[in-house]
Protein backbone atom coordinates (compact mmCIF):
# COMPACT_ATOMS: atom_id res chain seq x y z
CA UNK A 1 0.00 0.00 0.00
CA UNK A 2 3.00 2.36 1.06
CA UNK A 3 4.48 1.71 -2.30
CA UNK A 4 1.28 2.72 -4.46
CA UNK A 5 1.20 6.06 -2.28
CA UNK A 6 5.19 6.82 -3.16
CA UNK A 7 4.31 5.73 -7.14
CA UNK A 8 1.45 8.13 -7.34
CA UNK A 9 3.23 10.94 -5.40
CA UNK A 10 6.67 10.18 -7.60
CA UNK A 11 4.44 10.31 -10.96
CA UNK A 12 2.67 13.82 -9.74
CA UNK A 13 6.70 14.59 -9.89
CA UNK A 14 7.65 13.52 -13.21
CA UNK A 15 5.01 15.53 -14.04
CA UNK A 16 6.55 18.37 -12.38
CA UNK A 17 9.81 17.29 -13.80
CA UNK A 18 8.12 17.69 -17.47
CA UNK A 19 7.45 22.00 -16.39
CA UNK A 20 11.33 22.26 -14.50
CA UNK A 21 9.38 23.17 -11.14
CA UNK A 22 11.86 23.35 -8.32
CA UNK A 23 9.88 20.35 -6.95
CA UNK A 24 11.23 17.72 -9.24
CA UNK A 25 13.92 17.36 -7.12
CA UNK A 26 12.26 16.36 -4.12
CA UNK A 27 10.17 13.41 -5.89
CA UNK A 28 11.75 12.77 -9.51
CA UNK A 29 9.66 10.48 -11.46
CA UNK A 30 8.06 6.60 -11.37
CA UNK A 31 7.98 3.35 -12.80
CA UNK A 32 4.53 4.48 -13.76
CA UNK A 33 5.60 6.89 -15.42
CA UNK A 34 6.92 4.64 -17.88
CA UNK A 35 3.79 2.94 -17.82
CA UNK A 36 2.18 5.89 -19.25
CA UNK A 37 4.86 6.53 -22.00
CA UNK A 38 4.13 5.58 -25.58
CA UNK A 39 5.61 1.98 -25.90
CA UNK A 40 9.26 1.33 -27.52
CA UNK A 41 9.93 5.26 -26.45
CA UNK A 42 13.30 4.99 -24.04
CA UNK A 43 12.51 6.61 -20.82
CA UNK A 44 13.51 9.93 -19.40
CA UNK A 45 17.11 9.19 -17.50
CA UNK A 46 15.67 11.11 -14.09
CA UNK A 47 13.11 8.35 -13.99
CA UNK A 48 15.60 5.41 -13.29
CA UNK A 49 16.84 7.06 -11.34
CA UNK A 50 13.69 7.63 -9.16
CA UNK A 51 13.37 3.79 -9.90
CA UNK A 52 16.57 3.54 -8.16
CA UNK A 53 15.53 6.08 -4.69
CA UNK A 54 12.63 3.98 -4.51
CA UNK A 55 14.53 0.76 -4.62
CA UNK A 56 17.60 1.83 -2.45
CA UNK A 57 14.69 3.11 0.08
CA UNK A 58 12.99 -0.16 0.13
CA UNK A 59 16.59 -2.19 0.22
CA UNK A 60 18.15 -3.03 -2.98
CA UNK A 61 20.61 -5.94 -2.08
CA UNK A 62 20.73 -9.15 -0.10
CA UNK A 63 23.99 -10.00 1.64
CA UNK A 64 25.85 -13.52 1.63
CA UNK A 65 28.39 -15.27 4.03
CA UNK A 66 31.92 -16.29 2.46
CA UNK A 67 32.14 -18.20 0.01
CA UNK A 68 27.85 -18.63 -0.02
CA UNK A 69 25.34 -18.06 -2.41
CA UNK A 70 22.06 -19.28 -0.40
CA UNK A 71 20.06 -16.29 0.74
CA UNK A 72 19.51 -15.75 4.27
CA UNK A 73 16.37 -14.70 6.35
CA UNK A 74 17.40 -10.91 5.79
CA UNK A 75 17.88 -11.65 2.38
CA UNK A 76 14.67 -13.16 1.70
CA UNK A 77 13.01 -10.25 3.67
CA UNK A 78 14.85 -7.35 1.16
CA UNK A 79 13.69 -9.76 -1.98
CA UNK A 80 10.34 -10.34 -0.86
CA UNK A 81 9.85 -6.18 -0.73
CA UNK A 82 11.98 -5.61 -4.19
CA UNK A 83 9.53 -8.60 -5.72
CA UNK A 84 6.23 -6.63 -4.02
CA UNK A 85 8.01 -3.15 -5.72
CA UNK A 86 8.96 -4.59 -9.10
CA UNK A 87 4.81 -6.62 -9.34
CA UNK A 88 3.76 -2.82 -8.82
CA UNK A 89 6.45 -0.81 -11.15
CA UNK A 90 6.13 -3.61 -13.70
CA UNK A 91 7.61 -1.25 -16.35
CA UNK A 92 10.89 -1.32 -14.39
CA UNK A 93 13.49 -4.07 -16.13
CA UNK A 94 16.27 -4.50 -13.49
CA UNK A 95 20.00 -5.96 -13.42
CA UNK A 96 21.30 -7.54 -10.24
CA UNK A 97 24.82 -6.72 -9.85
CA UNK A 98 26.43 -9.80 -8.15
CA UNK A 99 30.03 -9.00 -5.93
CA UNK A 100 32.14 -11.08 -4.14
CA UNK A 101 35.17 -10.07 -1.17
CA UNK A 102 38.39 -9.27 -1.80
CA UNK A 103 39.72 -12.45 -0.01
CA UNK A 104 39.33 -14.88 -3.25
CA UNK A 105 40.69 -15.25 -6.85
CA UNK A 106 39.32 -13.31 -9.51
CA UNK A 107 37.69 -15.54 -11.85
CA UNK A 108 36.50 -17.59 -9.06
CA UNK A 109 35.06 -14.75 -7.58
CA UNK A 110 33.82 -13.83 -10.88
CA UNK A 111 31.38 -17.04 -10.76
CA UNK A 112 30.70 -16.91 -7.27
CA UNK A 113 29.18 -13.10 -7.83
CA UNK A 114 27.24 -14.75 -10.70
CA UNK A 115 26.16 -17.87 -8.78
CA UNK A 116 24.72 -14.31 -6.05
CA UNK A 117 23.32 -12.44 -8.68
CA UNK A 118 20.92 -15.37 -10.33
CA UNK A 119 20.33 -16.82 -6.32
CA UNK A 120 18.76 -12.88 -6.71
CA UNK A 121 17.25 -13.87 -10.06
CA UNK A 122 15.87 -16.99 -9.46
CA UNK A 123 14.31 -15.68 -5.75
CA UNK A 124 12.69 -12.79 -7.69
CA UNK A 125 10.98 -14.95 -10.08
CA UNK A 126 9.67 -16.99 -8.12
CA UNK A 127 7.30 -14.25 -6.40
CA UNK A 128 6.33 -13.49 -9.77
CA UNK A 129 8.58 -11.17 -11.55
CA UNK A 130 9.21 -12.19 -15.08
CA UNK A 131 12.11 -13.35 -15.71
CA UNK A 132 12.30 -10.93 -18.93
CA UNK A 133 12.33 -8.16 -16.39
CA UNK A 134 15.89 -9.50 -14.59
CA UNK A 135 19.29 -9.53 -16.06
CA UNK A 136 22.29 -10.57 -13.89
CA UNK A 137 25.90 -9.38 -14.61
CA UNK A 138 28.94 -9.96 -11.95
CA UNK A 139 31.18 -8.17 -11.13
CA UNK A 140 33.64 -10.32 -8.98
CA UNK A 141 35.80 -8.97 -6.70
CA UNK A 142 36.45 -5.99 -9.02
CA UNK A 143 33.72 -3.18 -7.60
CA UNK A 144 33.65 -3.46 -3.91
CA UNK A 145 31.42 -1.10 -1.90
CA UNK A 146 34.06 -1.01 1.04
CA UNK A 147 37.80 -0.67 0.72
CA UNK A 148 39.08 -1.90 3.97
CA UNK A 149 40.49 -4.83 3.98
CA UNK A 150 38.93 -6.81 7.25
CA UNK A 151 35.73 -8.37 8.30
CA UNK A 152 33.33 -5.55 8.46
CA UNK A 153 34.51 -4.59 4.49
CA UNK A 154 34.59 -7.76 3.50
CA UNK A 155 30.57 -8.86 4.36
CA UNK A 156 29.61 -5.37 2.67
CA UNK A 157 30.95 -6.33 -0.12
CA UNK A 158 29.62 -9.94 -0.35
CA UNK A 159 26.36 -8.78 -2.24
CA UNK A 160 23.87 -8.71 -4.60
CA UNK A 161 22.74 -5.49 -5.51
CA UNK A 162 19.28 -4.53 -7.54
CA UNK A 163 19.45 -2.09 -10.22
CA UNK A 164 16.71 -0.35 -12.35
CA UNK A 165 17.84 -0.05 -16.09
CA UNK B 1 85.41 -1.51 3.28
CA UNK B 2 84.20 -4.46 5.53
CA UNK B 3 81.62 -4.99 2.68
CA UNK B 4 84.67 -5.57 0.05
CA UNK B 5 86.32 -7.80 2.38
CA UNK B 6 83.32 -9.71 2.64
CA UNK B 7 82.51 -9.76 -1.01
CA UNK B 8 86.36 -10.80 -1.57
CA UNK B 9 85.92 -13.40 0.73
CA UNK B 10 82.84 -15.14 -0.90
CA UNK B 11 84.41 -14.74 -4.18
CA UNK B 12 87.33 -15.94 -3.27
CA UNK B 13 85.55 -18.93 -1.61
CA UNK B 14 83.32 -19.18 -4.68
CA UNK B 15 86.42 -19.62 -6.84
CA UNK B 16 87.67 -22.33 -4.53
CA UNK B 17 84.02 -23.91 -5.39
CA UNK B 18 84.80 -23.33 -9.27
CA UNK B 19 87.94 -24.36 -9.65
CA UNK B 20 86.93 -27.94 -8.10
CA UNK B 21 83.94 -28.20 -10.50
CA UNK B 22 86.29 -27.11 -13.56
CA UNK B 23 88.50 -29.83 -12.66
CA UNK B 24 86.06 -31.71 -12.99
CA UNK B 25 83.71 -30.25 -15.50
CA UNK B 26 83.22 -26.50 -16.72
CA UNK B 27 81.22 -23.62 -15.77
CA UNK B 28 77.69 -24.78 -14.82
CA UNK B 29 75.16 -24.26 -12.43
CA UNK B 30 72.75 -25.68 -11.10
CA UNK B 31 69.49 -23.85 -10.93
CA UNK B 32 67.55 -26.64 -9.70
CA UNK B 33 69.25 -26.68 -6.22
CA UNK B 34 67.24 -23.84 -4.69
CA UNK B 35 70.02 -21.74 -2.91
CA UNK B 36 72.81 -20.73 -5.48
CA UNK B 37 75.32 -18.67 -5.09
CA UNK B 38 75.27 -15.69 -7.54
CA UNK B 39 78.11 -16.51 -10.17
CA UNK B 40 80.65 -12.92 -10.23
CA UNK B 41 80.96 -12.32 -13.84
CA UNK B 42 82.59 -9.60 -15.84
CA UNK B 43 80.21 -8.03 -18.68
CA UNK B 44 82.32 -5.72 -20.34
CA UNK B 45 81.12 -2.75 -22.85
CA UNK B 46 80.77 -3.91 -26.36
CA UNK B 47 83.63 -2.42 -28.63
CA UNK B 48 82.37 0.12 -30.80
CA UNK B 49 84.61 2.13 -33.31
CA UNK B 50 82.28 5.08 -33.59
CA UNK B 51 80.58 6.99 -31.25
CA UNK B 52 77.20 5.35 -32.23
CA UNK B 53 78.75 1.63 -32.06
CA UNK B 54 80.47 2.53 -28.66
CA UNK B 55 77.45 3.90 -27.10
CA UNK B 56 75.01 0.75 -28.77
CA UNK B 57 77.61 -1.32 -27.04
CA UNK B 58 77.61 0.39 -23.34
CA UNK B 59 73.83 -0.10 -23.42
CA UNK B 60 73.62 -3.87 -24.75
CA UNK B 61 76.05 -4.53 -21.51
CA UNK B 62 74.30 -3.18 -19.15
CA UNK B 63 70.89 -4.89 -20.43
CA UNK B 64 72.88 -8.15 -20.46
CA UNK B 65 74.36 -7.28 -17.21
CA UNK B 66 70.81 -6.59 -15.52
CA UNK B 67 69.14 -9.28 -17.04
CA UNK B 68 71.95 -11.89 -15.48
CA UNK B 69 71.66 -10.06 -12.05
CA UNK B 70 67.82 -9.86 -11.86
CA UNK B 71 67.56 -14.22 -12.55
CA UNK B 72 69.50 -14.30 -9.00
CA UNK B 73 72.38 -16.43 -10.65
CA UNK B 74 74.94 -14.06 -11.62
CA UNK B 75 76.55 -10.78 -9.84
CA UNK B 76 77.84 -8.67 -12.13
CA UNK B 77 80.78 -7.11 -10.87
CA UNK B 78 81.22 -3.37 -11.10
CA UNK B 79 83.00 -1.85 -14.54
CA UNK B 80 84.76 0.30 -12.01
CA UNK B 81 87.31 -2.96 -11.01
CA UNK B 82 87.87 -3.72 -14.47
CA UNK B 83 92.00 -3.88 -14.98
CA UNK B 84 92.10 -5.03 -18.70
CA UNK B 85 91.11 -1.90 -21.42
CA UNK B 86 88.52 -2.32 -24.50
CA UNK B 87 90.78 -2.03 -26.38
CA UNK B 88 93.07 -4.69 -25.73
CA UNK B 89 89.82 -6.98 -24.35
CA UNK B 90 88.92 -6.19 -28.39
CA UNK B 91 92.31 -8.44 -29.61
CA UNK B 92 91.54 -10.83 -26.97
CA UNK B 93 91.01 -11.34 -23.19
CA UNK B 94 94.28 -11.31 -20.63
CA UNK B 95 92.52 -13.80 -18.19
CA UNK B 96 94.77 -12.70 -15.65
CA UNK B 97 93.37 -9.59 -14.89
CA UNK B 98 89.99 -11.20 -14.73
CA UNK B 99 91.07 -13.39 -11.81
CA UNK B 100 92.39 -11.06 -10.00
CA UNK B 101 88.97 -9.29 -9.50
CA UNK B 102 87.48 -12.73 -8.92
CA UNK B 103 85.25 -12.91 -12.73
CA UNK B 104 84.31 -16.28 -13.13
CA UNK B 105 83.13 -15.85 -16.22
CA UNK B 106 83.62 -12.76 -18.97
CA UNK B 107 81.34 -11.41 -21.64
CA UNK B 108 82.88 -9.76 -24.20
CA UNK B 109 81.83 -8.73 -27.66
CA UNK B 110 81.85 -5.77 -30.55
CA UNK B 111 79.09 -3.54 -32.20
CA UNK B 112 79.62 -2.54 -36.03
CA UNK B 113 77.14 -0.69 -38.43
CA UNK B 114 76.80 -2.11 -42.18
CA UNK B 115 76.62 -0.52 -44.86
CA UNK B 116 73.37 -1.05 -45.45
CA UNK B 117 72.60 0.63 -42.17
CA UNK B 118 72.03 -2.80 -39.78
CA UNK B 119 74.05 -3.23 -36.85
CA UNK B 120 76.11 -6.50 -36.36
CA UNK B 121 76.62 -7.52 -32.70
CA UNK B 122 78.63 -10.02 -31.82
CA UNK B 123 79.90 -11.78 -28.78
CA UNK B 124 81.58 -14.51 -26.95
CA UNK B 125 81.61 -15.59 -22.88
CA UNK B 126 84.80 -16.90 -21.72
CA UNK B 127 85.30 -19.43 -18.89
CA UNK B 128 88.13 -17.33 -17.28
CA UNK B 129 90.10 -20.40 -15.32
CA UNK B 130 89.83 -22.31 -17.99
CA UNK B 131 90.79 -19.63 -20.40
CA UNK B 132 88.43 -21.20 -22.99
CA UNK B 133 85.48 -19.25 -24.95
CA UNK B 134 82.14 -21.19 -24.25
CA UNK B 135 80.07 -19.74 -26.46
CA UNK B 136 79.95 -16.85 -29.32
CA UNK B 137 77.67 -15.30 -31.56
CA UNK B 138 76.79 -12.92 -33.99
CA UNK B 139 73.63 -10.83 -34.47
CA UNK B 140 72.13 -8.41 -37.48
CA UNK B 141 69.95 -6.32 -36.46
CA UNK B 142 67.97 -2.77 -37.10
CA UNK B 143 69.65 -0.74 -34.33
CA UNK B 144 66.54 0.01 -32.80
CA UNK B 145 66.19 -3.42 -32.24
CA UNK B 146 69.10 -3.39 -29.90
CA UNK B 147 67.69 -4.57 -26.63
CA UNK B 148 66.20 -7.63 -28.25
CA UNK B 149 69.67 -8.64 -29.42
CA UNK B 150 70.69 -7.72 -25.46
CA UNK B 151 67.95 -9.77 -24.10
CA UNK B 152 68.92 -12.69 -26.50
CA UNK B 153 72.55 -12.76 -25.84
CA UNK B 154 71.62 -12.72 -21.99
CA UNK B 155 69.48 -16.43 -22.72
CA UNK B 156 72.73 -17.35 -24.63
CA UNK B 157 74.70 -16.81 -21.87
CA UNK B 158 72.41 -18.23 -19.45
CA UNK B 159 71.53 -21.71 -21.40
CA UNK B 160 75.48 -21.81 -21.87
CA UNK B 161 76.09 -22.03 -18.71
CA UNK B 162 72.67 -23.21 -16.61
CA UNK B 163 71.65 -26.05 -19.27
CA UNK B 164 68.18 -24.60 -19.07
CA UNK B 165 66.96 -22.69 -22.19
CA UNK B 166 66.35 -18.51 -20.72
CA UNK B 167 63.27 -16.20 -20.83
CA UNK B 168 64.93 -12.93 -21.40
CA UNK B 169 63.60 -11.97 -24.56
CA UNK B 170 60.22 -12.29 -23.85
CA UNK B 171 57.65 -10.02 -22.98
CA UNK B 172 54.74 -9.62 -20.45
CA UNK B 173 50.83 -8.60 -20.81
CA UNK B 174 49.61 -7.41 -17.58
CA UNK B 175 46.80 -5.15 -16.15
CA UNK B 176 47.59 -1.53 -15.37
CA UNK B 177 45.44 -0.46 -12.57
CA UNK B 178 44.99 3.10 -10.71
CA UNK B 179 42.41 5.22 -9.01
CA UNK B 180 39.83 4.29 -5.80
CA UNK B 181 39.72 0.70 -4.72
CA UNK B 182 36.02 0.97 -5.21
CA UNK B 183 36.62 2.01 -8.78
CA UNK B 184 39.85 0.91 -10.13
CA UNK B 185 40.56 1.70 -13.64
CA UNK B 186 42.10 -1.30 -15.62
CA UNK B 187 43.68 -1.42 -18.82
CA UNK B 188 45.52 -3.79 -20.68
CA UNK B 189 49.22 -2.99 -20.59
CA UNK B 190 52.69 -4.75 -22.25
CA UNK B 191 56.34 -4.70 -21.52
CA UNK B 192 59.56 -6.40 -21.85
CA UNK B 193 60.07 -9.17 -19.10
CA UNK B 194 62.27 -6.38 -17.60
CA UNK B 195 59.78 -3.69 -17.16
CA UNK B 196 61.09 -1.93 -20.26
CA UNK B 197 59.98 -0.58 -23.66
CA UNK B 198 56.06 -0.53 -21.34
CA UNK B 199 52.96 0.67 -23.11
CA UNK B 200 49.37 1.10 -22.68
CA UNK B 201 46.93 -0.97 -25.42
CA UNK B 202 43.86 -0.06 -23.48
CA UNK B 203 42.63 3.56 -22.83
CA UNK B 204 40.87 2.55 -19.07
CA UNK B 205 37.43 3.26 -20.50
CA UNK B 206 36.07 -0.61 -19.67
CA UNK B 207 37.12 -2.31 -17.41
CA UNK B 208 39.87 -5.38 -18.26
CA UNK B 209 41.25 -8.49 -16.35
CA UNK B 210 42.61 -11.77 -17.41
CA UNK B 211 45.06 -11.32 -20.34
CA UNK B 212 47.02 -13.75 -21.63
CA UNK B 213 49.32 -14.60 -24.92
CA UNK B 214 48.63 -16.47 -27.67
CA UNK B 215 51.79 -18.66 -28.65
CA UNK B 216 52.86 -16.84 -31.77
CA UNK B 217 52.48 -13.78 -29.02
CA UNK B 218 50.85 -10.99 -31.70
CA UNK B 219 47.40 -12.30 -30.15
CA UNK B 220 45.96 -11.79 -26.48
CA UNK B 221 43.01 -12.83 -25.01
CA UNK B 222 41.77 -11.00 -22.18
CA UNK B 223 38.13 -10.36 -20.67
CA UNK B 224 36.18 -7.11 -21.21
CA UNK B 225 33.33 -5.10 -20.08
CA UNK B 226 33.13 -3.81 -23.29
CA UNK B 227 29.58 -1.76 -23.34
CA UNK B 228 29.20 -3.36 -19.86
CA UNK B 229 29.02 -7.10 -20.88
CA UNK B 230 31.87 -9.00 -19.51
CA UNK B 231 32.97 -11.17 -22.41
CA UNK B 232 35.92 -12.65 -23.66
CA UNK B 233 37.95 -10.53 -26.68
CA UNK B 234 41.12 -11.34 -28.63
CA UNK B 235 43.51 -7.82 -28.78
CA UNK B 236 45.73 -8.29 -32.60
CA UNK B 237 49.08 -6.34 -30.75
CA UNK B 238 50.32 -5.43 -34.61
CA UNK B 239 46.56 -3.40 -35.48
CA UNK B 240 45.66 -2.81 -32.45
CA UNK B 241 41.88 -4.54 -33.26
CA UNK B 242 39.50 -6.08 -30.54
CA UNK B 243 37.57 -8.38 -31.36
CA UNK B 244 35.27 -10.54 -29.30
CA UNK B 245 35.08 -14.25 -29.32
CA UNK B 246 31.82 -15.09 -29.68
CA UNK B 247 28.34 -14.13 -29.20
CA UNK B 248 27.45 -15.90 -26.38
CA UNK B 249 24.40 -16.24 -23.92
CA UNK B 250 26.24 -15.98 -20.71
CA UNK B 251 29.39 -14.22 -19.16
CA UNK B 252 32.91 -15.59 -20.74
CA UNK B 253 35.38 -15.42 -18.94
CA UNK B 254 38.86 -16.93 -17.93
CA UNK B 255 40.18 -17.06 -21.39
CA UNK B 256 43.09 -18.58 -22.55
CA UNK B 257 44.70 -19.84 -26.04
CA UNK B 258 45.73 -23.82 -26.96
CA UNK B 259 49.28 -24.39 -26.80
CA UNK B 260 48.93 -24.63 -31.00
CA UNK B 261 46.79 -21.47 -30.83
CA UNK B 262 44.09 -23.02 -32.30
CA UNK B 263 41.55 -22.67 -30.26
CA UNK B 264 40.68 -20.53 -26.70
CA UNK B 265 39.48 -22.45 -23.86
CA UNK B 266 37.25 -20.48 -21.36
CA UNK B 267 34.38 -20.51 -18.92
CA UNK B 268 31.04 -19.22 -19.33
CA UNK B 269 28.10 -19.03 -16.71
CA UNK B 270 24.71 -19.55 -17.23
CA UNK B 271 21.86 -19.60 -14.90
CA UNK B 272 24.83 -19.00 -12.11
CA UNK B 273 26.68 -21.73 -13.40
CA UNK B 274 29.50 -21.93 -14.94
CA UNK B 275 31.24 -24.54 -17.00
CA UNK B 276 34.16 -25.09 -19.77
CA UNK B 277 34.39 -24.83 -23.30
CA UNK B 278 36.61 -24.52 -26.53
CA UNK B 279 36.05 -22.40 -28.80
CA UNK B 280 38.11 -23.59 -32.41
CA UNK B 281 39.20 -20.15 -33.48
CA UNK B 282 38.99 -21.08 -37.49
CA UNK B 283 36.00 -22.80 -37.51
CA UNK B 284 34.62 -20.85 -34.60
CA UNK B 285 33.07 -24.24 -33.33
CA UNK B 286 32.23 -24.56 -29.46
CA UNK B 287 32.83 -27.37 -27.55
CA UNK B 288 31.75 -28.19 -23.50
CA UNK B 289 34.22 -29.60 -21.66
CA UNK B 290 32.63 -30.20 -17.95
CA UNK B 291 29.10 -30.87 -16.81
CA UNK B 292 28.59 -30.10 -13.27
CA UNK B 293 26.78 -27.65 -10.93
CA UNK B 294 29.53 -26.68 -9.16
CA UNK B 295 31.70 -23.77 -10.49
CA UNK B 296 34.58 -24.95 -13.24
CA UNK B 297 36.50 -21.94 -13.69
CA UNK B 298 40.51 -20.96 -14.66
CA UNK B 299 41.64 -23.76 -17.34
CA UNK B 300 45.19 -24.63 -18.17
CA UNK B 301 46.20 -26.76 -21.27
CA UNK B 302 48.88 -28.94 -20.57
CA UNK B 303 52.08 -28.06 -23.02
CA UNK B 304 50.92 -31.22 -24.82
CA UNK B 305 47.55 -30.46 -25.13
CA UNK B 306 45.88 -33.62 -23.78
CA UNK B 307 45.36 -32.91 -20.44
CA UNK B 308 43.73 -29.56 -18.76
CA UNK B 309 44.12 -28.26 -15.14
CA UNK B 310 41.26 -26.30 -14.24
CA UNK B 311 39.69 -24.97 -10.28
CA UNK B 312 36.51 -26.22 -9.52
CA UNK B 313 34.28 -26.30 -6.15
CA UNK B 314 32.43 -29.72 -6.71
CA UNK B 315 33.71 -30.94 -3.91
CA UNK B 316 33.02 -28.68 -1.43
CA UNK B 317 35.28 -26.25 -1.77
CA UNK B 318 38.00 -24.55 -4.89
CA UNK B 319 40.37 -27.01 -5.82
CA UNK B 320 42.73 -28.16 -8.65
CA UNK B 321 41.88 -30.68 -11.35
CA UNK B 322 42.97 -32.32 -14.15
CA UNK B 323 40.90 -33.71 -17.04
CA UNK B 324 41.31 -35.37 -20.62
CA UNK B 325 41.23 -32.05 -22.90
CA UNK B 326 38.07 -33.70 -24.56
CA UNK B 327 36.55 -33.64 -20.99
CA UNK B 328 36.06 -36.30 -18.97
CA UNK B 329 38.43 -38.24 -16.82
CA UNK B 330 38.50 -35.85 -13.98
CA UNK B 331 40.90 -36.43 -11.36
CA UNK B 332 41.47 -34.31 -8.32
CA UNK B 333 44.94 -33.37 -7.52
CA UNK B 334 44.96 -31.12 -4.23
CA UNK B 335 44.62 -32.12 -1.03
CA UNK B 336 46.29 -30.34 1.36
CA UNK B 337 44.68 -27.64 3.38
CA UNK B 338 43.02 -24.75 2.49
CA UNK B 339 41.40 -23.65 -0.90
CA UNK B 340 43.56 -23.74 -4.56
CA UNK B 341 43.20 -21.71 -7.43
CA UNK B 342 44.10 -20.36 -10.56
CA UNK B 343 46.33 -23.32 -11.55
CA UNK B 344 48.67 -22.96 -14.98
CA UNK B 345 50.68 -25.54 -16.61
CA UNK B 346 54.60 -24.64 -16.76
CA UNK B 347 55.70 -24.63 -20.18
CA UNK B 348 57.58 -27.47 -19.70
CA UNK B 349 54.95 -29.62 -18.62
CA UNK B 350 56.43 -30.93 -15.31
CA UNK B 351 55.00 -28.09 -12.50
CA UNK B 352 51.76 -26.69 -12.06
CA UNK B 353 51.51 -23.40 -10.64
CA UNK B 354 48.66 -22.25 -8.29
CA UNK B 355 47.22 -19.88 -5.75
CA UNK B 356 46.43 -21.40 -1.99
CA UNK B 357 44.26 -19.66 0.28
CA UNK B 358 44.92 -21.43 3.99
CA UNK B 359 44.42 -19.50 7.31
CA UNK B 360 43.63 -16.11 6.09
CA UNK B 361 46.66 -16.07 3.66
CA UNK B 362 47.69 -16.25 0.27
CA UNK B 363 50.47 -18.68 -1.30
CA UNK B 364 51.92 -19.21 -4.93
CA UNK B 365 53.11 -22.86 -4.97
CA UNK B 366 53.48 -25.42 -7.34
CA UNK B 367 53.17 -29.06 -7.54
CA UNK B 368 53.33 -32.04 -9.71
CA UNK B 369 50.61 -32.80 -12.27
CA UNK B 370 49.58 -35.65 -10.15
CA UNK B 371 49.75 -33.45 -7.04
CA UNK B 372 52.68 -34.52 -5.27
CA UNK B 373 55.83 -32.69 -4.29
CA UNK B 374 53.73 -29.19 -3.67
CA UNK B 375 56.08 -26.40 -2.39
CA UNK B 376 54.99 -23.44 -1.63
CA UNK B 377 57.01 -20.51 -3.01
CA UNK B 378 55.74 -17.08 -1.25
CA UNK B 379 52.90 -15.82 0.88
CA UNK B 380 50.93 -12.56 1.50
CA UNK B 381 47.64 -10.98 2.39
CA UNK B 382 46.91 -11.76 -1.08
CA UNK B 383 49.28 -13.01 -3.75
CA UNK B 384 47.69 -14.26 -7.10
CA UNK B 385 47.96 -15.17 -10.60
CA UNK B 386 51.20 -16.86 -11.32
CA UNK B 387 52.36 -17.09 -14.52
CA UNK B 388 55.55 -18.98 -15.98
CA UNK B 389 58.68 -18.08 -17.48
CA UNK B 390 59.41 -19.52 -21.05
CA UNK B 391 62.04 -21.86 -19.79
CA UNK B 392 59.55 -22.59 -16.50
CA UNK B 393 61.94 -22.05 -14.25
CA UNK B 394 60.72 -18.46 -13.24
CA UNK B 395 57.47 -17.38 -12.06
CA UNK B 396 55.43 -13.80 -11.86
CA UNK B 397 52.43 -13.21 -9.85
CA UNK B 398 51.14 -10.22 -8.34
CA UNK B 399 50.81 -9.24 -4.62
CA UNK B 400 47.85 -6.80 -3.41
CA UNK B 401 48.89 -4.84 0.27
CA UNK B 402 45.94 -4.90 2.82
CA UNK B 403 43.70 -1.55 3.08
CA UNK B 404 43.74 0.42 6.08
CA UNK B 405 40.26 1.08 7.62
CA UNK B 406 39.75 3.51 5.76
CA UNK B 407 40.40 1.35 2.37
CA UNK B 408 43.58 3.48 2.20
CA UNK B 409 46.59 2.01 0.58
CA UNK B 410 45.94 -1.64 -1.42
CA UNK B 411 48.46 -1.68 -3.77
CA UNK B 412 48.90 -4.14 -6.36
CA UNK B 413 52.68 -4.88 -7.96
CA UNK B 414 53.98 -7.86 -10.07
CA UNK B 415 56.98 -9.69 -8.73
CA UNK B 416 58.90 -12.78 -10.27
CA UNK B 417 60.31 -15.51 -8.28
CA UNK B 418 61.95 -18.18 -9.02
CA UNK B 419 60.62 -21.80 -8.80
CA UNK B 420 62.97 -22.74 -6.05
CA UNK B 421 60.93 -19.75 -4.19
CA UNK B 422 64.26 -17.63 -4.31
CA UNK B 423 65.16 -14.61 -5.48
CA UNK B 424 61.80 -12.63 -5.30
CA UNK B 425 62.26 -9.62 -6.85
CA UNK B 426 59.61 -6.63 -7.60
CA UNK B 427 58.94 -5.81 -11.89
CA UNK B 428 58.84 -2.23 -11.92
CA UNK B 429 55.95 -0.63 -13.52
CA UNK B 430 54.31 2.82 -13.82
CA UNK B 431 51.13 2.19 -12.02
CA UNK B 432 49.67 -0.80 -9.65
CA UNK B 433 49.90 -3.82 -11.36
CA UNK B 434 48.23 -7.16 -11.25
CA UNK B 435 47.41 -10.61 -13.49
CA UNK B 436 50.44 -10.45 -15.10
CA UNK B 437 51.18 -13.12 -18.31
CA UNK B 438 54.59 -14.08 -19.44
CA UNK B 439 54.75 -14.47 -23.35
CA UNK B 440 56.68 -17.70 -25.21
CA UNK B 441 60.16 -16.84 -25.75
CA UNK B 442 59.71 -14.22 -28.72
CA UNK B 443 60.79 -15.43 -32.37
Redesign the interface.
Known sequence: MRFKIVSLIAAAGFLAACSTTPTAETSGASGDGAMTSPAGTAAPVSMDMSSQEQLVGIGDRAFFGFDKYDLSAAARTALNKQAAWMNTNRGVRVTIEGHADERGTREYNLALGERRASSVADYLMTLGVSSDRISTISYGKERPENAASNEAAWADNRRAVTVAR | MTYRLLTSFVALFISVVWTLNVAHAELTIDITRGVVEPMPLAVADLHGKGQMEKSFGVKIAEVVANDLERSGLFTPINKEAFIQDGESLNVLPRFGDWRIINAQALVQGRVEMTVDGRMRVEFRLWDVLSEKQMVGRAYFSVPSNWRRVAHKISDEIYKRITGESGYFDSRIVYIAESG?????V?RLAIMDQDGEKHSFLTDGAD?V??PRFSPNQQEITY?SYYK???RVYIFNIESGRQEILGEFP??T??PRFSADGRSVIF?M?K????ELYTMHLATRKTRKLTNHSA?D??PSYAPDGKKIVF?S?RSG??QLYVMNSTGGGVKRISFNKGRY??PVWSPRGDWIAF?R?YQ?QFFIGVMRPDGTGERLLTKG??V??PTWAPNGRVLMFFR?D?????????RTRVFSVDFTGHNEREVITPLDAS?PAWSPLLP
Open positions: PKINRKLLTLGVPGMYAATNGNSITSNDTQATTMKFLESQKSDAYGRGGD
